[in-house]
């Protein structure tokens, strides 16, 4: 047999950049669950399968609806029995791994589309998993090394040690209470028996019978991206379960991934290693059932670690070399159901884990994605791996550590359409993705059939010591092959002569002698025999030494036209770097050009943005001050506004005053009996009586009133000084004030009234409706006794002007006086039957109406 090629626990970089294989994705789609379903996925050939929407979803695209055609390494149909599936996409891998190589395998698609039938298959009809395993057996069985020569070390590490460390290992274990791997053969779970097919004789073609092997299983869940060991043997507390601890990932020192403290066991049988996968089986559905879970949520992995070691040069022991040890791995992954959230109705918390669970298969088509593009348009995007649990823990795969193949599983019911169609388009994507092929690595230079070089000897061996009659095997100790030989030979009688006629020993002597010389000659002839079948040997050897440097000329040569080949294609490559170094430069250039401008422009903006910064600011001042104006000018107005209602307010307080005045002067003549009231032609009289009451209200004025003088007699020729203020307004009435003679003034002067006897101020105002009234003040003048005149105010005429349509003032029936209005209230009335006298110092604070009297000037006669 020949020695197999190896790729023990590489470092990243021993892969073959130039040969890449890309990842294998097949299809399997499963027979629908029952013959009245909708299907709406239908296998064309071998590697084509076509989907069509259902009924209810067709998309009519110039009257006929869209069909899709995907296209995989190879379709399997309905009808495609676990054993096919196997040997085309699984076989391969086995036989990596026993070479030395890693792989990978996983399933892929949505829940109920047999994933898990496809990996683990059921009683009867065992899946990927129970063949792998049963495979390896078939293959490796004879050449397994004794239990614990291999021993994994928790660093993704393996160590030899000899078989007595060994064999003395097995006893301490063997002594401990409850073993943890079952020895020797035991009676199967009858819920997995069949699963194995005990009948395929399925195994590797190269096995190196050189190497002695190790097998060892472990068995991960992810979920919620924490990765729980499936094979730990925890504390079992029925009432009271601790939910399990979830476990990390670490890198070793060749960067490859691997779960920490993660159980791995020694398995020596198909049987025994599925026995272990369904333990943890058992203990992944009992999670799932106490911690309320759905199991088609979580990421399954089963990882199988082959370990091989060379013999020595007898082909007796394990070489207790280090380096010289393969481990290689093959992990097989039954992922979560590839659906999206919502269609599971998941809630609460179970949606968070769906979520989660998206998560990771997100990042596995994010990591498919980068790969993709990076490969595609030789970008060097970050592929983020460490996203999830799951890319992570695979990640080596995608840069080179082995073979990676996929299943994609489909359901052809109607319902999953459209989920199936996102899992066909991430399952083309994915075949875009190349891996790196891993480099073969020598051998390890021993010369290869030691093992089958002694055992033939043995056989040899016994197969003459049958012929001699003796026992074979007897005793432990075996003979060695020069005690054998001699051994064969007859043996010599005794020859002392004793007696001189001894006639017996003699001849017996020559007997035996003759006998040894006889089998001497027949060895002598065996080894000539043996000799020149060596020699026939030797030279077949040679031949096929010669015949196989032949061959290995011809691959040179073939090699060499291959290097030419590439060496014009390499020197194609280094022309079109030429052209494109050239393009680059122009494009420098013009990039320079760009960059200019933009620089230009950038300055240009930059001096439009320090002016358009000065504006601001200068309309912030401008803001300011306006605002302070504004501010000032409406301080100075609330100022003036308030010196006017002062003034107005002091306006008020003196009429108010007067009209107080007035009103004690009223009482004072209306307390006076009727009858004593004077009358116009007395007034006279009255006037030499001392001064009125009313004259001299208090408070009274700072200067008496003076005695005033008898008033000129009136005639029918008395004169009026008319004083019409300079603001009068004069009104359209019909009745217009008019007085006969008289001197009319806008200010009195001393000198009119000298010369009159009468007084008429005309005074308007605003009556209370908003029309202009006009009052005609009369009065008497007198001659003061200290020289200046006086007047004593005897009536007041008003004249109002009313619309009739107005609102009435009072209530009374209208005056039918035709001087009207003037008199239309009590008031007035009152008013204008009493005389009032009134003086007061020219300049007092008194109300503009009354100020109508002149102070003579003392100079003045
Ligand atoms: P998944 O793991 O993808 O959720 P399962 O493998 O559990 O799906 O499959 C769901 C059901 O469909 C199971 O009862 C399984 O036996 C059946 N099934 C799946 N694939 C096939 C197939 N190729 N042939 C027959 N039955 C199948
Ligand atoms: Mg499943």
């Not at 100075?636 to 008020?652: F, I, P, T, Y």
């Amino acid at each position: 047999m020949k020695a197999a090629a190896r790729t023990p626990r590489r470092p990243r970089k021993a892969t073959n950049p130039t040969q890449k294989d890309p990842v294998g994705v097949y299809c399997r789609v499963r027979p629908l669950s029952r013959a009245d379903q909708e299907c709406c996925i239908e296998v064309i050939n071998g590697t084509t399968v076509q989907i069509h929407p259902p009924e209810g979803y067709r998309v009519f695209r110039n009257g006929e609806y869209r069909e899709t055609q995907y296209s995989f390494k190879e379709v399997f149909g309905t009808l495609v029995v676990q054993k096919e599936l196997f040997d085309v996409v699984a076989k391969p891998l086995v036989e990596d791994l026993i070479r030395g190589k890693n792989g990978l395998l996983f399933t892929y698609g949505v829940t109920g589309s047999g994933k898990t039938h496809t990996m683990t298959g059921s009683p009867g009809d065992g899946g990927l998993l129970p063949r792998c395993l049963a495979m390896i057996f078939n293959s490796i069985g004879p050449f397994q090394a004794k239990r614990f020569v291999f021993k994994l070390d928790d660093k993704n590490g393996v160590d030899v040690q000899s078989e007595v460390e060994a064999l003395l290992e097995r006893q301490r274990r063997e002594a401990l209470p409850t073993p943890k791997t079952p020895a020797g053969k035991r009676q199967l779970d009858p819920q997995f028996a069949d699963m194995i097919d005990a009948r395929d004789p399925c195994r590797a073609e190269e096995v190196d019978e050189d190497n002695v092997y190790g097998v060892f299983v472990s068995y991960i869940e992810i979920y919620n991206n924490y990765i729980y060991d499936l094979l730990e043997e925890a504390p079992c507390d029925s009432i009271k379960p601790k939910p399990p601890q979830s476990k990390i990932l670490r890198e070793d020192q060749n960067h490859n991934m691997y779960v920490t403290g993660c159980t791995e066991v020694e398995v020596k049988s198909t049987e025994e290693a599925f026995e272990v996968f369904w333990r943890g089986q058992k203990k992944r559905r009992i999670a799932n059932t106490q911690l309320n879970r759905e199991s088609s949520r979580s990421h399954s992995v089963f990882i199988i670690k082959l370990a091989q070691a060379p013999l020595d040069a007898d082909g007796d022991n394990v070489l207790q070399e280090k380096e010289q040890i393969t481990l290689s791995q093959l992990s097989l992954v039954d992922l979560a159901g590839s659906e999206r959230t919502n269609r599971t109705k998941a809630e609460g918390n179970r949606l968070r884990e769906a979520g989660n669970i998206n998560q990771s298969l997100m990042t596995l088509r994010t990591c498919i994605e980068v790969l993709r593009e990076n490969q595609l348009y030789g970008t060097n995007k970050m592929v983020p791996y460490r996203d999830s649990k799951l890319t992570h823990l695979f990640k080596n795969y995608f840069d080179g550590e082995g073979k990676v193949r996929m299943i994609v599983c489909v359901n052809p019911k109607a319902e999953d359409y459209e989920e199936s169609l996102q899992v066909m388009r991430f399952a083309e994507m994915t075949q875009e993705v190349e891996v790196a092929r891993p480099l073969d690595r020598p051998l390890c230079g021993l010369t290869p059939g030691r093992r089958l070089r002694n055992q033939a000897f043995r056989e040899e061996l016994s197969r003459k010591l049958e012929l001699r009659g003796g026992p074979v095997g007897a005793g432990p100790e075996e003979p060695s092959a020069a005690e054998l030989f001699f051994q064969s030979f007859p043996p010599l009688p005794p020859c002392e002569l004793l007696d001189i006629n001894d006639d017996q020993t003699l001849p017996k002597l020559i007997e035996a002698l003759e006998q040894r010389h006889k089998m001497r000659q027949m060895l002598t002839e065996e080894f000539a025999k043996n000799v020149l079948a060596f020699k026939t040997m030797l030279q077949e050897f040679d031949s096929s030494v010669a015949s196989k440097e032949n061959y290995i000329q011809g691959k040179l040569a073939e090699k060499e036209k291959t290097i030419t080949g590439q060496k014009t294609e390499l020197e194609r490559l280094e022309k079109k770097i030429k052209t494109l170094e050239y393009k680059i430069e122009i494009l420098e250039k013009t990039a320079t050009i760009y960059e200019e401008d933009k620089r230009n422009l950038q300055q240009e903006l930059e001096s439009k943005s320090q002016k358009l910064q000065r504006q601001a600011s200068d309309k912030r001042r401008l803001e300011a001050r306006l605002q302070g104006m504004v501010a000032e000018t409406s301080l100075k107005w609330e100022k003036e506004c308030e010196r006017r209602v002062a003034a107005k307010q002091l306006e008020m307080q003196n009429k108010l005053w007067v009209k107080d005045e007035k009103l004690k002067q009223l009482k004072a003549i209306v307390t006076e009996p009727r009858a004593e009231r004077p009358e116009r032609p007395s007034r006279e009289r009255e006037r030499e009586k001392p001064l009125p009451r009313s004259v001299s209200p208090s408070p009274a004025p700072s200067t008496p009133v003076a005695p005033l003088r008898p008033r000129r007699s009136r005639s029918a020729g008395e004169r009026w000084v008319d004083h019409r203020p300079p603001s009068h307004v004069p009104t359209e009435t019909l009745l217009q004030p008019r007085v006969p003679r008289a001197i009319t003034v806008e200010a009195p002067s001393e000198r009119a009234l000298a010369r009159c006897d009468r007084y008429l101020l005309t005074h308007q105002e605003l009556a209370s409706d908003g029309e202009i009234q006009t009052k005609l003040i009369k009065g008497d003048v007198f001659k003061t006794r200290g020289g200046g005149q006086a007047v004593q105010f005897t009536d007041i005429e008003t004249l109002k002007q009313e619309s009739p349509t107005g609102r009435k003032r009072r209530s009374s029936p209208p005056n039918p006086d035709p001087a009207g209005d003037a008199a239309d209230s009590e008031w007035t009335d009152v008013e204008t039957r009493c005389s009032v006298a009134v003086e007061m110092r020219a300049g007092s604070a008194l109300g503009p109406g009354f100020q109508h009297h002149a102070q003579p000037k003392r100079r003045k006669p």
